[in-house]
């Protein structure tokens, strides 16, 4: 369940971001993504998407 709730704040966070280019947005969009790639309980898909996700995030 911590990596379906992640995963969805993750995504709403980069959704916010998207739209409005809103800087706390992008901050809080790689913070659950970083998270996310963190949990133990992640499998190489999760983290492959977090880390690419990450990377346009980064740019």
Same mark, same amino acid.
């Given at each position: 369940?911590?990596?379906? $709730?992640?995963?969805?704040?993750a995504?709403?966070h980069?959704i916010?971001?998207q739209s409005s280019?809103?800087?706390i947005?992008r901050?809080?969009?790689l913070?659950?993504?970083e998270?996310?790639?963190?949990?133990?309980?992640s499998?190489?898909?999760?983290?492959d998407?977090?880390?690419?996700? $990450?990377? !346009? !995030?980064?740019?």
């Amino acid at each position: 369940m911590e990596t379906q $709730n992640l995963l969805i704040a993750a995504l709403t966070h980069l959704i916010q971001f998207q739209s409005s280019h809103c800087v706390i947005a992008r901050e809080r969009a790689l913070m659950m993504f970083e998270a996310l790639s963190d949990l133990k309980e992640s499998n190489t898909e999760i983290e492959d998407l977090c880390l690419q996700a $990450n990377a !346009l !995030l980064a740019t």
